[in-house]
Nanobody, 118 residues
Framework: QVQLVESGGGLVQAGGSLRLSCAAS????????MGWYRQAPGKQRELVAA???????NYADSVKGRFTISGINAKNTVYLQMNSLQPEDTAVYYC????????????WGQGTQVTVSS
């Protein structure tokens, strides 16, 4: 099993920045990729950004050029640097870990609230 602990959420004004962290523990050697998802009220959970152990990254179109995902190999922690935040970025952000050889959604963190005021 893998445990994921997120931190770094909060309230910020539009145009501001936040950095989210997700620390993984447990069977970390079996993690194939980690990512950040978000869910706004009344909406489905969506992928924000993901990074594989080999370093390949993937971003939602809505955050390209503003958000950067990094980490995964060093300290078993993944970061999401969020710049130029907008009110539409307001959501609960969840960390996710996909496991080698295991189907399904993988493991989830408890979520951290990000609120962007206009």
């Amino acid at each position: 099993q893998v445990q994921l602990v997120e931190s770094g959420g909060g309230l910020v004004q539009a145009g501001g920045s936040l950095r989210l962290s997700c620390a993984a523990s447990g069977s970390i050697f079996r993690i194939a990729a980690m990512g950040w998802y978000r869910q706004a009220p009344g909406k489905q959970r969506e992928l924000v950004a993901a990074i594989a152990r080999v370093g390949v990254t993937n971003y939602a179109d809505s955050v390209k050029g503003r958000f950067t995902i990094s980490g995964i190999n060093a300290k078993n922690t993944v970061y999401l640097q969020m710049n130029s935040l907008q009110p539409e970025d307001t959501a609960v952000y969840y960390c996710n870990a996909k496991m080698l050889g295991l189907p399904g959604e993988g493991y989830w963190g408890q979520g951290t609230q990000v609120t962007v005021s206009s």
